[in-house]
C-alpha cells in the first residue's frame, strides 16, 4: 500500500506502508519511504548492537580517522545536503547551509575530544583507599537510539548522534516524519565515509574501550571485533523512517539509551515507553526563550537579535526568542528598532527570502490561535495581525502589552510571532523570564550587568549580547530544565551523555589498616576511628 502525504491531515499509514515527504512550500512530493514498524524497528537495533562491538573496537583513534573522513565528505556534499533540506522544511538554501556548517564543527569536536573526554584515566584514591590505584572510563551503551524533530533536521539529530558515535555507540536513527531524506542524507555519507576510510583496516577489539556494554538489543552478539571486514560491512549509523509508532517502537528496542528531540507532549510519551525497559533517555525539548532588555543596552544589536532569534527559520527554533522583556526608560526606542527591523522582513519560497514557510502545516493554527488570543485579551499588534497567517507562510508579527496569562507567553509559539512586554526594571525582567514552566535558553542585552542577570535565570543556557551563540560554541552543553527536557547534548557532558562511568580500582599494595575483610579487628577500626576524627572531626 502507498500513502500519499504524511501526517498533515491524512491518517498515519500502517507499519509495511509508504509514506512521502513533501515541499511544504509547494506541497509536491520530494521522496517516498517505507513506514517502519517494531520488527524492522528491532532488526535494525540487531544489526546496529553487531555493528557497536566493532565500532567500539576500533578505539578513539580509529573512531576518530572515520569521523574526519565524514566530516570532509559532508563538507564536500555541503549544497547538496542543504538542497534536501531546504525541499523538505523549504527553508532558505543558505540557513540549511548553516546548519550544516555548525553540525560539522560539532562533529569535528566531538572527534576530537572524545579520548580527552571518555578515555580512562586516573583518580586520587583518597586516603582511606591509598594502597589502590583508582582509574575511571567510560565505555559506550552500545546501540543508542535517536530520534529528531524536523526544524533543524541535520543540527539538531547531530548533537546526538555526533557525540554517540565519537563516544563508541552504533547509532539507529529515527527522523521526523517531515524530513526522512536528510536522515537518509546523513545516514547515506557517513556509509560511504565508512567505506571509503575502513577497507581493510579493522583494528580488532583491542582499542581502549573495547569492552562495549550490550545493548540489551538481542545481547550485542554476533560478529564482534572486527576480523578484516570494512567499514562498509557495518552498519553503524542506520535509519528507521515513519510516524510516531516508529519512534516509540525504537523506545521499546532495547537500545542502550534513547536520545530525543522535540514536543514536551512527545517526550512525555517516550520516557513512558522508555521506562518499560529502564532504557535510560535525554530528552530535549521545546522552549519559551526570553530575552532581557537593560537600560545601557546596545539597542541596535538588542533589536537585530530580537528579530533575527524570533523570526529566524519561521520562528520554528528550540531556542528562539519568543519573549522580549525591555526595562521602561528604553521601550519606546528599542520597539521602534524592532518594527523598523520586522517591517523589512519577507518569507517566502526564493532562495532570497529571509524566511521560509511552516514546515508543519498544523502549526500554522497553534500561531493564529495564539495571536487571536492576545488580541482578544488586549495586546497590540505593533507589526503585522491576524492577516499575516498565509498558510503556509506567516509574516511577522510583533506584539505589545501582552497579557502574561495569553497563550502567546504561556505556551511554546513555534512561528513568527515575537512578543515584547515592558517591565519596570530588571528585577521585574528576570521574574517574569523565568515564571514559565520551560527552561532552555536566553538571551541578556546589558553593557555592565549581563552575566550577574545571567546567572539568576532558569534555563540551560544563556547568551549575553548575542542571541543563540552557545549552540554554535561545540565546547559548551545545550540543554534544559523543567519542561525543556534534562541531559546534555554537546560539549564534555554530552558526550558522557553517551557512555557510562566505569570505576575500577586496583590494589597496589596490602591496606596498612585491612578495613573490609571479616578479620579486620577492633585495632584496625580504633585505628581508622583515629585517622577519621584527626582528618575530618576539627
Ligand atoms: P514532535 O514531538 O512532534 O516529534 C519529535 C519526534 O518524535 C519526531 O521524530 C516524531 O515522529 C517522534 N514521535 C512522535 N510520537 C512519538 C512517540 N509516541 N514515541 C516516540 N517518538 C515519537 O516534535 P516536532 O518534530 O514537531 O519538533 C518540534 C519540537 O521540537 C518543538 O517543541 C521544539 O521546541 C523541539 N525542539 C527542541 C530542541 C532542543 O534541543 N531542545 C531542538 C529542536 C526542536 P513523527 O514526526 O514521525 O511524528
Known amino acids: ?113 572524545a579520548q580527552r573526554v571518555l578515555g ?38 547531530m548533537g546526538s548522534i555526533a557525540y554517540a558515535l565519537a563516544a563508541g555507540n552504533a547509532v539507529v536513527f529515527k527522523p521526523s516524519e517531515f524530513t526522512p531524506g536528510v536522515g537518509h542524507a546523513l545516514a547515506d555519507t557517513f556509509a560511504e565515509a565508512l567505506a571509503g576510510e575502513g577497507v581493510g583496516d579493522a583494528s580488532g577489539a583491542a582499542g581502549p574501550d573495547a569492552a562495549v556494554a550490550a545493548s540489551g538489543a538481542g545481547g550485542a552478539g554476533g560478529a564482534g571485533g572486527a576480523s578484516g571486514a570494512s567499514g562498509a560491512d557495518h552498519p553503524v549509523l542506520q535509519v528507521v523512517t515513519g510516524f510516531g509508532e516508529t519512534g516509540a517502537a525504537l523506545c521499546r528496542s532495547g537500545v542502550g539509551k534513547l536520545a530525543f528531540t522535540g514536543s514536551t507532549a512527545t517526550g512525555r510519551r517516550v520516557m513512558a515507553a522508555c521506562a518499560e525497559n529502564l532504557t535510560p533517555v535525554l530528552i530535549e525539548c521545546g522552549g519559551k526563550d526570553p530575552l532581557i532588555v537593560d537600560a545601557d543596552a546596545d539597542l541596535d544589536a538588542a533589536a537585530d537579535a530580537a528579530v533575527w532569534g524570533g523570526m529566524s527559520n519561521a520562528g520554528q527554533t528550540c531556542v528562539g526568542v519568543e519573549r522580549v522583556y525591555v526595562v521602561e526608560p528604553v521601550a519606546d526606542e528599542f520597539l521602534r528598532r524592532v518594527v523598523t527591523r520586522a517591517h523589512a522582513l519577507r518569507p517566502g519560497g526564493e532562495p532570497t527570502a529571509d524566511f521560509g514557510p511552516m514546515t508543519m502545516p498544523a502549526q500554522v493554527d497553534v500561531v493564529a490561535g495564539q495571536l487571536r488570543d ?140 585491612a578495613l573490609m575483610t571479616f578479620s579486620r579487628g577492633a585495632r584496625a577500626m580504633s585505628r581508622v576511628m583515629a585517622l577519621v576524627r584527626a582528618l575530618y572531626g576539627r
Open 1 to 113: 500500500m502507498t500513502q500519499t502525504g504524511t501526517s498533515a491531515g491524512s491518517e498515519t499509514p500502517a507499519a509495511g506502508a509508504e509514506f512521502t515527504s513533501l515541499d511544504p512550500r509547494t506541497g509536491e512530493v520530494v521522496g517516498s519511504y517505507p513506514v517502519h514498524g517494531a520488527a524492522q524497528v528491532n532488526e535494525a537495533v540487531a544489526r546496529a548492537a553487531r555493528a557497536a562491538q566493532w565500532w567500539a573496537g576500533l578505539g578513539f583513534a580509529g573512531r576518530r580517522k572515520r569521523l574526519r573522513a565524514w566530516r570532509k565528505l559532508l563538507v564536500k556534499r555541503i549544497d547538496r545536503i542543504a538542497e534536501v533540506v531546504t525541499s523538505e522544511t523549504g527553508k532558505p538554501a543558505d540557513d540549511a547551509r548553516l546548519e550544516l556548517v555548525l553540525a560539522v564543527d560539532h562533529l569535528a569536536w566531538a572527534a576530537r575530544n
Open 374 to 513: 492576545a488580541l482578544d485579551k488586549g495586546a497590540h499588534a505593533l507589526v503585522g495581525g491576524t492577516a499575516s497567517v498565509r498558510p503556509p507562510y506567516i509574516e511577522p508579527v510583533v506584539l505589545t502589552d501582552v497579557p502574561e496569562d495569553s497563550t502567546a507567553i504561556t505556551q511554546e509559539t513555534f512561528g513568527p510571532l515575537l512578543t515584547v512586554n515592558r517591565v519596570a526594571d530588571t528585577e521585574e525582567a528576570i521574574t517574569r523570564a523565568n515564571a514559565t514552566a520551560y527552561g532552555l535558553g536566553a538571551s541578556v542585552f546589558s553593557a555592565k550587568r549581563g552575566e550577574e542577570i545571567a546567572a539568576r535565570l532558569r534555563c540551560g543556557m544563556v547568551a549575553v549580547n548575542g542571541v543563540i551563540t552557545f549552540a554554535g560554541v561545540p565546547a559548551l552543553p545545550f540543554g534544559g530544565v523543567g519542561d525543556s527536557g534534562f541531559g546534555r547534548i554537546h560539549g564534555e557532558d554530552g558526550l558522557r551523555e553517551f557512555a557510562r562511568a566505569q570505576a575500577v580500582t586496583r590494589q597496589r599494595f596490602a591496606p596498612p589498616i
Open 120 to 157: 580512562r584515566r586516573k583518580v586520587s584514591a583518597g586516603v582511606l583507599m591509598s594502597n589502590q590505584s583508582a582509574t575511571l572510563a567510560y565505555p559506550p551503551f552500545g546501540v543508542v537510539g535517536v530520534i529528531g524533530p524536523w526544524n533543524y533536521p541535520v543540527f539538531t539529530p
